[in-house]
């Protein structure tokens, strides 16, 4: 029999206990958008990053200050502009005296990439370097500056935001690109009730105040506990056929509508997200229920599909719907 308990189980029971106070702190600020913040905390706990779609207005930038505040790290927001250069998120070298020798030297002053939870303000409304810049930082979590390499704090959590109705004079995120985001997450209107409430609470003389719940060292522990979260060999195989099935043109659905299909980071990411998804249920082992959850996150930015798609309002929404009806969870004996 497998044991699904991690070794330290009464040290993540006790951090996972603040779980609770951690979405109550949001909640104060952030009306509504459950699966929003259930999906950023999943991004968060993973050690990933998140690509949020959403109009103006919605609380993009309040849901991440927020999140910065509830777990006591340091925010940076960053405003992405046609004219912002590399040197402006990663920083620059600048000229000091030190007065007791009169020597002069240089001094690299940090950018706000340095920011533990960094809000990349629609990304796509900069330039290809200035967001590769970004984007290398994402990935290998340093930037390199003068021939010299400085690490990023951790924990280190992006979250890139994007209008997606003004489009005049973006620069599109590439695809390969796009990869480098654990989730794409998507926010919508509030309800009818969340937005009466809202509109009720921030509309008096009262600000709320968010209280920080967690430490900087709380949170490495979670990520770290959060790759020991149990998946079975099954699980990860029915993964791996979830990702490949979309790139089988065997598959009618599959050659109907999709250009080109996920690749194996694809998997990584959803057994990744799912992992930490279990772990904010409170527990040790990933269902298949948690995989179906991530499907769309995960997938939305990894799947292009054809002009066919688009023409018959076909999302990558739909296809990772429609992956569950394709691929069967145990493998035929005889496949």
């Not at 509030?190 to 209280?211: H, I, N, R, S, Y």
Request: net charge neutral; glycine share 8%; aromatic share 8%.
């Amino acid at each position: 029999m497998t044991n699904t308990t991690p070794p330290d189980e009464k040290e993540v029971r006790a951090l996972l206990d603040k779980l609770p106070r951690l979405r109550q702190e949001i909640g104060k600020v952030i009306i509504g958008q459950r699966e929003v913040i259930e999906e950023l905390l999943t991004a968060f706990l993973a050690g990933g990053h998140c690509l949020l779609q959403g109009l103006q207005g919605l609380g993009k930038t309040l849901l991440i200050r927020t999140l910065s505040q509830a777990v006591d790290l340091t925010f940076a927001r960053i405003k992405f502009t046609p004219d912002l250069k590399t040197s402006d998120i990663i920083g620059t070298e600048v000229l000091e005296e030190d007065h007791a020798t009169g020597k002069r030297f240089f001094q690299f002053n940090k950018g706000p990439l340095f920011g533990q939870i960094v809000l990349a303000d629609e990304i796509n409304r900069t330039p290809p370097k200035t967001q590769s810049a970004l984007l290398e930082a994402m990935q290998e979590g340093s930037v390199t500056y003068g021939g010299k390499t400085y690490a990023l704090e951790r924990p280190f959590f992006v979250l890139a935001t994007q209008n997606p109705i003004e489009q005049a004079g973006t620069y599109p995120l590439p695809e390969a690109q796009l990869d480098r985001f654990l989730l794409y997450v998507t926010i919508g209107y509030p309800d009818e009730a969340d937005e009466f409430t809202m509109l009720a609470q921030t509309t008096g003389k009262g600000a709320a105040k968010v209280e920080p719940v967690m430490s900087a060292d709380e949170v490495r522990r979670l990520q770290g506990f959060a790759r020991e979260v149990v998946i079975s060999e099954t699980m990860v195989q029915y993964v791996g056929r979830l990702v490949r099935a979309t790139r089988d043109k065997s598959l009618p659905y599959i050659n109907q509508w999709v250009r080109w299909g996920a690749g194996p980071r694809a998997g990584q990411s959803l057994i990744l997200a799912a992992k930490a998804r279990a772990l904010l249920s409170g527990r040790f082992a990933v269902t298949p229920e948690d995989l179906r959850a991530l499907a769309a996150p995960v997938l939305r930015h990894r799947i292009l599909l054809n002009f066919e798609a688009e023409g018959e309002n076909i999302t990558t929404d739909d296809v990772a719907a429609e992956l569950f009806k394709l691929v069967p969870q145990s493998k035929s004996p005889l496949s």
